[in-house]
């Protein structure tokens, strides 16, 4: 399947998710190589595929663990200028927790 990606002149629009995997009182983060910072494990999401889908998915592909999805936690809105460093005016967050 294809991913949920597209580019205009000045914008990309990635559709992307992550888990926070809580195990034994511990919160799962990756660091890729060459990378200072740490994310959850997540990816793009195909054309076709849920959110949850796309979870399950990655967690299997990043680190062979079959994982269920309890709910949804985060929604966030970032927006960053191609071709330039982040910034905070090219930023905007929308966050919410479902409990």
């Not at 960053?80 to 409990?99: E, K, M």
């Amino acid at each position: 399947m294809k991913d949920i990606l597209f580019k205009t002149d000045d914008f990309v629009f990635s559709y992307r998710v992550g888990g926070i995997l809580i195990h034994r009182d511990k919160i799962l983060l990756q660091r890729a190589a060459g990378d200072d910072g740490y994310a959850f494990i997540g990816g793009h999401v195909a054309f076709g595929e849920t959110t949850e889908e796309t979870l399950v998915r990655e967690f299997w592909e990043e680190i062979g663990a079959n994982v269920k999805v309890e709910r949804l936690l985060m929604v966030a809105e970032n927006f960053f200028r191609l071709g330039t460093p982040p910034l905070p005016s090219d930023q905007s967050f929308l966050s919410g927790v479902a409990c």
